[in-house]
């Protein structure tokens, strides 16, 4: 007898691929209602986008023209010859200086900001609900009163016959000479501007996963290697959107500077403002201006972007 043969194995099917899902075809209803509803969108959103259109686009193009034009000898503005001049004058080392200012105490303003409002930030989300809902009240009283009164408080807080000067002559320290002066401008855009720098950096803490904190210290982690280490870069969403909260009101500040900082300290938001009026220079003013706008689309992007990192991140994940 023939010795029997084996069935050779099949041959191995490559894998195919699932057919792709074709969507059923809208029906004539369907379209119709997404019509409708597209349309009651667009009548929705319309108010809100005329108004940015009238009040913020439009002055933003004149600006941005006027940052073209020429400055005559006798003060007024031609919009005939239009040229890079007013450009080229931000090189200027007098204005590159208070660009530079301007950028340093806004740096100082910011970092002072997170130094204070973290601690208190973390404090708030760690309280029980009832607490946390008292301490948002009252971080956010401040709001509730105009802020040009609550700048001329601290006008009045430190000057010289002010509570805080009698306080340092009581004290044996003599008069507390701090108005007018680039600390006093410090202190006034802190407290201006801390609430911006709380309130993100309570949202990252709150959503935050304290399990995994939980998990650093189960690991041996010390208090602050794991505030460090786990803490801080869970809460980086936080820090960077109070920081571009702060920056960028603080860079472009001109209330501020103008009634605690008076002549001796000159910002940009201040220099701007007299290039419109004592200056009569259009076109310098709207160079500078179409400057500082730029500097804070770039912070937005940065904090859209992080924003944006942010939410593709699962959660408890740094």
Same mark, same amino acid.
């Given at each position: ?51 940015? =259109?009238? @009040?913020?686009?439009?002055? *933003?193009? &004149?600006?941005?023209? /006027?940052? #073209? +034009?020429?400055?005559?000898? $006798? ?29 340093? =105490?806004? @740096?100082?303003?910011?970092? *002072?900001? &997170?130094?204070?409002? /973290?601690? #208190? +930030?973390?404090?708030?989300? $760690? ?29 009045? =807080? ?161």
């Amino acid at each position: 007898m023939s010795p029997l043969r084996r069935a050779k194995p099949a041959a191995a099917q490559p894998p195919t691929s699932p057919e792709p899902i074709v969507p059923a075809p809208m029906t004539q209803a369907e379209i119709a209602a997404q019509r409708r509803k597209r349309r009651t969108g667009m009548l929705i959103a319309s108010p809100g986008a005329l108004y940015l =259109l009238i @009040l913020f686009m439009v002055p *933003l193009g &004149l600006i941005t023209v /006027y940052s #073209f +034009a020429t400055r005559t000898s $006798t003060g007024r503005t031609s919009l005939s010859g239009w040229n890079l001049n007013s450009y080229e004058r931000i090189a200027d080392d007098v204005i590159v200086g208070i660009i530079a200012r301007s950028a340093w =105490l806004a @740096l100082l303003t910011t970092v *002072l900001c &997170l130094v204070v409002a /973290y601690p #208190f +930030a973390y404090y708030l989300a $760690t309280r029980p609900p009832r607490l946390r809902a008292r301490l948002l009240v009252l971080v956010m009283i401040p709001f509730w009163t105009n802020g040009l009164v609550r700048i001329f408080a601290i006008r009045f =807080l430190l000057g010289s016959n002010g509570p805080a000067s009698a306080l340092s002559e009581a004290m044996g320290f003599g008069t507390f000479r701090i108005l007018f002066t680039p600390t006093a401008v410090v202190l006034g855009m802190v407290y201006g501007f801390l609430t911006f720098m709380v309130l993100p950096l309570y949202v990252a803490l709150e959503r935050m996963d304290w399990r995994l904190v939980e998990a650093a210290r189960d690991l041996y982690a010390s208090g602050s290697k794991a505030f460090w280490r786990v803490t801080v870069p869970l809460t980086r969403s936080g820090i960077v959107a109070g920081c571009v909260l702060v920056f960028v009101p603080s860079f472009g500040s001109y209330v501020v500077p103008e009634i605690l900082g008076g002549a001796k300290t000159l910002l940009i938001g201040s220099y701007v403002a007299r290039q419109f009026q004592a200056a009569r220079n259009w076109p310098l003013g709207a160079a500078l201006s179409v400057l500082v706008i730029v500097a804070m689309l770039v912070a937005v992007a940065i904090n859209q972007r992080n924003s944006a990192n942010a939410e593709r991140t699962p959660a408890g994940m740094p």
